[in-house]
């Protein structure tokens, strides 16, 4: 077949894409900025994953393993692109080490940043050890080695997780629902019920959005199987009297002050925009939206399209996107550059 086409970013879309790209007998050059591939879900050592409740090494690993390990799919890990230059079907990318690669069309797979929760100074991440997030949480789970407490390694009593951390915050620029975190802090709460029966896990939320089917699988299931307790509430701070970390806030259904010690305070991050888009969008072209994620053009005719031509997107660089998604979007994108390939080909012949 005709030049390779160039996957940037190795995660879940791009694996879908290369994959797909490669079982149509496209060879593609998949360049991954990290020396693993896997994205976000593997990087960051997820544990199990919603809605399947796969494990993400198992799940996303098969992934990796299906993409990396076909002939057509040429994988460069720890590269990106240093230039991309030329039209539609004759594009010449500059990789990183130096290289030069003749490609037809790129699918940007660049994916998403996770908040840094030092930008909510107030919440206490940073300052007190036991104030965590829920890629640590992940970590502890997948690990093996349980939920503990940083500071000393004990198993905690009482557990806050904090929605929207980095979402929905219009104080600090991030106005966007980041999607899936409800619906991860919910089975998350659970499976910290599962290893600490003893532990109780309260999630402050401000809205729930455990959308879909989901509400069944994981809001309810929580609360009445898992015994999870929910505030609707504002958080103003996160302090420690010196034993107990603090939870301070306003419960906005009693509209009464609440102050609740906790053992442990999870911090449900949110999904950033990838940090390289303002470098992505000069290299290839591509416009970011206001937020700054990349940005989709008209998704009537095929999807996937940005405003360059020759230049696709899937996944969480155009927005906040669970695996599903993501993995949907990265094998729509393969799809419409093979039919773009197709119409320009009928209209040269
Ligand atoms: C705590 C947490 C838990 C989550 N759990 C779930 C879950 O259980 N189920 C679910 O559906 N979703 C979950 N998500 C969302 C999930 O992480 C995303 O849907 C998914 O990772 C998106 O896949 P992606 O391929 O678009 O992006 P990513 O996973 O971010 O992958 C992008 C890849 O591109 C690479 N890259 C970035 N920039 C460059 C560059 N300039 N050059 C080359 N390579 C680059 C990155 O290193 C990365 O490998 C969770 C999110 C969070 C924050
Ligand atoms: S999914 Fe839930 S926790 Fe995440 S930003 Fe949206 S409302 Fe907040």
């Given at each position: ?45 997820y ?68 908040f ?86 309260y ?12 509400e069944t ?90 405003n ?8 969480s ?14 094998k ?18």
């Amino acid at each position: 077949m005709s030049k390779p086409i160039l996957i940037v970013g190795g995660g879940p879309a791009g694996l879908a894409a290369a994959h797909s790209l490669a079982t149509f007998g496209q060879a593609c050059i998949l360049v991954e900025k990290e020396d693993r591939l896997g994205g976000a879900p593997i990087l960051e050592g997820y544990a199990k994953l919603v809605p399947s409740g796969e494990w993400a090494r198992d799940a996303i690993g098969g992934m990796v393993d299906r993409a990396a390990g076909h002939e057509l799919v040429d994988v460069k890990t720890e590269t990106t692109v240093t230039s991309f230059t030329g039209e539609m079907g004759d594009f010449t990318a500059v990789l990183s080490n130096g290289d030069s690669v003749d490609v037809s069309a790129a699918i940007l797979c660049t994916g998403f940043t996770h908040f840094d929760s030092a930008n909510k100074p107030e919440w206490g991440f940073g300052t007190y050890p036991d104030v965590v997030t829920t890629t640590q949480v992940e970590q502890m789970i997948s690990s093996g080695n349980g939920v503990r407490c940083l500071s000393d390694g004990r198993k905690p009593k009482r557990v806050a997780i904090l929605l929207c951390v980095g979402s929905r915050d219009r104080q600090i620029g991030r106005e966007w629902c980041s999607k899936i975190c409800c619906t991860v802090s919910a089975n998350m709460a659970m499976e910290i019920r599962e290893e600490l029966p003893d532990c109780h896990v309260y999630i402050y939320y401000m809205d729930i959005r455990t959308f879909g089917l989901y509400e069944t699988k994981y809001y309810w299931k929580s609360q009445e199987e898992f015994k999870v307790k929910y505030i609707k509430a504002r958080i103003a701070e996160v302090t420690s009297d010196g034993e107990k970390l603090i939870v301070k806030g306003e419960d906005t259904l009693v509209k009464r002050p609440i102050t609740i010690p906790f053992d442990m305070v999870v911090h449900a991050i949110g999904m950033d925009p990838n940090v390289d888009n303002p470098q992505l969008s000069e290299v290839f072209g591509v416009d970011l939206e206001p937020h700054g994620y990349v940005d989709k053009a008209n998704s009537y005719s095929a999807s996937g399209l940005t405003n360059k031509n020759g230049v696709f997107v899937a996944g969480s660089a155009t927005g906040p996107e669970t695996i599903d998604d993501s993995i949907a979007q990265g094998k729509a994108a393969a799809m419409a550059v093979l039919e773009q390939r197709q119409l320009s080909a009928r209209l040269v012949g």
